[in-house]
């Protein structure tokens, strides 16, 4: 069954470098997204992506942040300069498209990002 | 703007007997409803999803959930549990159609016991 993947597992990075989490969606889906889980907190939504660009995005998505797609099959969010509040799981979903409330997203297994 | 309350952080219940995880829900337009599970070191699984077509929902695993308007409540629910179904389990909502940003619940801690 296709999946969605996502490395590495676990990325440990010092506060003020940038990190780029990669994600490979499920290979004829249309919608990307990132989530992002602080851990005991809930799963928030970042950004969506979509025909090569940004769809929506949430407040929590500012100028550190930035997603892209560059080959067909790869999709990957970048953070600028990483902050310690910045430590979360990162999930990847994507979708195919359908259209009447009839579109699921499939999650990855998520990148585990530690920022000392 | 959407929001989900799922009632209790953790749910222990014994093997064979139902399980019921609460999920209550805020929207001011007709709602999409989902249950994701997650298994530990794996990603989100989507286990059913309401949208519109019937308020009975059934999933995989053997699971089910309600959608209620006038309670605004989309509880999950099993008959009988399995020690394979301990797992953290999210709803979440979406509006207009599924790929739209889902606005999860903090999620629940599924125990089963021997």
């Not at chain 1, 597992?9 to 249309?30: A, D, F, K, W, Y």
């Not at chain 1, 994507?94 to 259209?99: E, H, Q, V």
């Not at chain 2, 308020?55 to 629910?77: D, M």
Request: proline share 4%.
């Amino acid at each position: 069954e296709p999946e969605v993947t996502q490395t590495p597992s676990h990325q440990v990075t010092q506060m003020g470098q940038e990190v780029i989490l990669r994600c490979v969606p499920i290979s004829n889906h249309l919608y990307f997204y990132w989530y992002r889980q602080i851990l005991g907190q809930k799963v928030e939504f970042l950004v969506s992506f979509y025909n090569n660009e940004i769809s929506e995005k949430s407040e929590i998505f500012d100028d550190q942040f930035s997603v892209e797609r560059p080959d067909g099959s790869n999709f990957t969010l970048k953070i600028r300069s990483t902050k310690l509040e910045d430590s979360a799981m990162y999930f990847c979903a994507s979708s195919a498209g359908l259209a009447g409330g009839l579109d699921t997203q499939y999650f990855g297994p998520g990148t585990r990002l530690t920022v000392l | 703007a959407q929001s989900v309350t799922q009632l209790g952080s953790h749910v222990s219940v014994s093997e064979g007997a139902l399980v019921l995880l609460r999920c209550n829900y805020s929207s001011s337009v007709p709602p999409y409803l989902f249950w994701y599970v997650q298994y530990p070191n794996q990603g989100l699984q989507l286990l059913l999803k309401y949208t519109s077509a019937a308020t009975l929902v059934k999933g995989i695993n053997g699971f089910e959930a309600e959608f209620k308007k006038s309670e605004t409540s989309f509880h999950l629910t099993k008959p009988s549990a399995h020690m394979r179904d301990a797992a953290e389990y999210f709803c979440a909502v979406t509006v207009n159609s599924g790929n739209t940003p889902l606005v999860f619940g903090k999620g629940t801690r599924l125990s089963v016991i021997a």
